[in-house]
């Protein structure tokens, strides 16, 4: 740390490390939450929140420890540097998403990121490392590691290996489905790590994928405008679904976040302009709401409502039919992340590395910056 003398003696300046804390709240400012997930628990309450950021971290933070600080935040100080329980140097560039398989004692964190890989770790491992945390990040190694093929041009050369921009589990199937860059979705066998199919249509990247078990189908959301069902027993799209078909402005927007609701007979469908609810059933829209931001992200609560955030702090809640219900104020400007746990409680994540809980009756349980890969921190 960099020791500044107030009676003009600088003999003690350390120019280096006066350069060093700069770039950190540099980077510490410009980081991003894009996925908040609950880890499972035996007693079913929110314990752990795990938080995915474009360093590259996975980091996990207990629930409760928050709470009981920010209960102790003095006057002047609204953002809490909570320090994580575990660390894991998920990816090489930012990681996208997050998402739990199995909920027992055997339970893995998957995740994916910019550098084409899907990465899964024993969520017990993680939680039980006995590597202090400021080393423990290249410490956890991952016991399944996925990677997108590269395609081949002309003269054998190869694409970049194309980034992995969503995740979805089909843990009836035994299967982790990727949304990648290259237009495709992939399906990866959980237990052999070998792809099983491929999933093409789409004429540009994919944003989302979500999983729906009880049809074995998977919905897929495209930088092209529209959103495909597929059917995972032959790789074939069933339906495509245009957000925006009608509309009379002349420039596209894109599908940037997919929900389905717990009984798996309604979509949420967040695009650059706007929110709609299909029903599943007969593909038909149920509501179109115009957003004045892009929605990044949209989540089912327990009560059928839709939660939805995007590029303002605000969380919005919609009933079923479209009726607004609640806008709550959030710490980030920018929230790419709303995750709800069966508790009534809600997590939003996004710019700045905040991390914002919602408890639910909507007053704000704690708000903390995520400190990541951070390693510094402890000199």
């Known amino acids: 740390m960099a020791t500044i003398n107030f009676e003009g003696d600088a003999r003690e300046w350390n120019e280096d490390a006066y350069r060093r804390n700069i770039l950190r709240d540099r980077e510490r400012a410009a980081r991003t939450v894009f996925r908040t997930a609950f880890a499972p628990s035996e007693r079913h309450k929110p ?4 938080a995915a950021s474009s360093d590259g971290s996975i980091a996990c933070y207990s629930l409760e420890s928050c709470i009981c600080s920010a209960a102790q935040v003095r006057n002047g100080v609204d953002v809490l540097m909570e320090e994580p329980i575990a660390v894991i140097e998920g990816h090489k560039g930012p990681v996208y998403d997050l998402k739990f398989y199995d909920d027992g004692k055997e339970a893995l964190l998957f995740s994916c990121g910019d550098d084409g890989h ?27 590691d996925l990677v997108n093929p590269q395609h081949e041009g002309p003269w054998s050369a190869q694409s970049p290996v ?12 035994g299967c982790i489905i990727s949304a990648t860059g290259d237009a495709c979705a992939y399906c990866w066998d959980v237990e052999t790590g070998k ?14 994928v979500v999983a729906r078990e009880s049809s074995n189908q998977i919905i897929t959301g495209s930088e092209d405008g529209s959103a495909r069902i597929w059917d995972c027993r032959n790789g074939l799209c069933t339906q495509v679904i245009n957000p925006e078909k009608g509309r ?3 420039e596209t927007s894109w599908v940037s976040c997919l929900a389905i609701d717990a009984s798996e007979s309604w979509l949420a469908c967040g695009t650059g302009r706007d929110l709609s609810v299909w029903s599943l059933l007969s593909c038909e ?5 115009e957003s004045h931001t892009p929605v990044q992200d949209v989540s089912f609560d327990g009560n059928q409502h839709i939660l939805a955030v995007g590029s303002e702090p605000i969380l919005r809640r919609y009933s079923i039919n479209g009726k607004a219900l609640s806008k709550i104020q959030c710490a980030p400007q920018s929230a790419f992340s709303v995750s709800f746990h069966s508790s009534g409680i809600t997590a939003v994540g996004g710019y700045g ?11 704000h349980l704690c708000v903390f910056c995520c400190r990541g890969l951070d390693k510094d921190k402890f000199t």
């Not at 314990?47 to 795990?50: D, N």
């Not at 792809?195 to 989302?208: A, N, P």
Request: hydrophobic share 40%; with cysteine; charged share 20%.
């Open 353 to 363: 590395g905040l991390v914002d809980v919602v408890s639910e009756f909507g007053s």
């Open 47 to 50: 314990e752990t929140i795990v």
């Open 248 to 250: 009379k402005l002349k």
């Open 162 to 173: 194309p980034e992995n921009n969503a995740i979805a589990i089909n843990k009836q199937e």
């Open 285 to 289: 829209c149920i509501f179109n709401i």
């Open 118 to 144: 899907i990465r899964g770790w024993k969520w017990l491992d993680v939680l039980n490392s006995e590597v202090p945390v400021a080393i423990q990040g290249s410490h956890l190694k991952p016991v399944l």
């Open 195 to 208: 792809r099983k199919m491929v999933f093409r249509g789409h004429s540009d990247y994919l944003h989302c």
